[in-house]
């Protein structure tokens, strides 16, 4: 079935450094790929989205790329702010069927300190 | 901006009790699903809905759980008997159409079953 790995948390930076949160994937058709974003106390958020391989989605500073070679969909940002403190979820959906339901990842929680 | 919502946003039931969570999708949306996350797990997938019917259910959504659109706006969950093991975050979710379509996630309902 369906699956998706992403890189363990906690991760803790400081204010201005670079952050990347490794995503890779497993499915059966040709997935879309999201990052959803879960500040404290709150649902999800959708991030960014990629639909097709080689897509770029980008939001709020944040980038990353559907690469269908790799199975990979890696969230960087190049200057993270304390308000980027989250919990991130990469998902993907595979439209096969009738049925496009989200499969997640374990989620990654990121700190960011002043 | 249009967006799901969930009530009640906190539930505190009795073991073997019955709760109803609710749900209003964004008016013009056609798929819908519940969504579950343990404390400090992932998101889980419970079912979708489409059509007025269940479209695919996961292996935690048994016979103790049931799915309704009563009246075209409302989407709830019943849980006949609760246990302890259901004590989690349930998220609604909706899209508007089929394949690559974003859905949107609804602010959750903590149940607390004691």
């Known amino acids: 079935g369906d699956s998706v790995t992403q890189m363990e948390g906690p991760v803790t930076l400081s204010e201005e450094a670079f952050l990347t949160i490794n995503c890779t994937y497993t499915a059966t058709g040709y997935p879309s790929l999201f990052w959803y974003v879960q500040y404290p106390g709150e649902g999800l958020q959708l991030l960014l989205k990629?639909?097709?391989?080689?897509d770029k989605g980008s939001n709020k500073g944040f980038e990353a790329t559907y690469r269908k070679e790799t199975t990979s969909f890696h969230l960087e940002k190049g200057s993270v702010q304390v308000s980027d403190s989250a919990v991130y979820f990469c998902?993907?959906?595979?439209?096969?069927?009738?049925?496009?339901?989200?499969?997640f990842g374990k989620g990654t929680l990121l700190t960011v300190n002043p | 901006e249009p967006e799901v919502t969930q009530t009640p946003s906190h539930q505190v039931t009795q073991m073997g009790q019955e709760v109803i969570l609710r749900c209003v999708p964004i008016s013009n949306h056609l798929y819908f699903y519940w969504y579950r996350q343990i404390l400090g797990q992932k998101v889980e997938f419970l079912v979708s809905f489409y059509n007025n019917e269940i479209s695919e259910k996961s292996e935690i959504f048994d016979d103790q759980f049931s799915v309704e659109r009563p009246d075209g706006s409302n989407f709830t969950l019943k849980i006949r008997s609760t246990k302890l093991e259901d004590s989690a975050m349930y998220f609604c979710?909706?899209?508007?159409?089929?394949?690559?379509?974003?859905?949107?996630f609804g602010p959750g309902t903590r149940l607390t079953v004691l």
């Open positions: 998902a993907l959906s595979d439209p096969g069927g009738s049925n496009y339901k989200l499969t």
């Open positions: 990629a639909t097709k391989a080689d």
């Open positions: 979710a909706s899209h508007r159409l089929a394949s690559r379509d974003t859905q949107y």
